[in-house]
Nanobody, 139 residues
Framework: QVQLVESGGGLVQIGGSLKLSCAASGFTSDDYAIAWFRQAPGKEREGVACMSTRDGSIYYLDSVKGRFTISTNIAKTPVYLQMENLKSEDAAVYYC????????????????????????????????WGQGTQVTVSS
């Protein structure tokens, strides 16, 4: 049984930093996409960063490039999201998600997750989700 547990959310000032962590367990494959999504009130869930575990490919939402970094270790857990220079529009509930339903699908899923995939389609594309962690950015 795959489990994803996020932690590290909290209150931070504009321009500040925060590091989220996703503890992942239960995977039987080493070929999947693991992503960070966020959802702000009244907005669709969007992918901010994604990693393909098979080849290490990484993708970012344009608006977070240069500020957010997704990383992990050789054990592929935890998966971190380091967030720098936070803006008010970064405030949201952040979710960790994992999935890839066919071999070698992870890279393409990652690419779509940070570009065209959002909302209900994003939720349906991933098999596993964490409970979410709140990030609040104050002025």
């Amino acid at each position: 049984q795959v489990q994803l547990v996020e932690s590290g959310g909290g209150l931070v000032q504009i321009g500040g930093s925060l590091k989220l962590s996703c503890a992942a367990s239960g995977f039987t494959s080493d070929d999947y996409a693991i992503a960070w999504f966020r959802q702000a009130p009244g907005k669709e869930r969007e992918g901010v960063a994604c990693m393909s575990t098979r080849d290490g490919s990484i993708y970012y939402l344009d608006s977070v490039k240069g500020r957010f970094t997704i990383s992990t270790n050789i054990a592929k857990t935890p998966v971190y999201l380091q967030m720098e220079n936070l803006k008010s529009e970064d405030a949201a509930v952040y979710y960790c998600a994992a999935g890839a339903r066919a071999p070698r699908e992870a890279r393409g899923l990652c690419m779509r997750s940070t570009t065209t995939l959002s909302g209900a389609r994003a939720i349906q594309s991933y098999d596993y989700w964490g409970q979410g962690t709140q990030v609040t950015v104050s002025s």
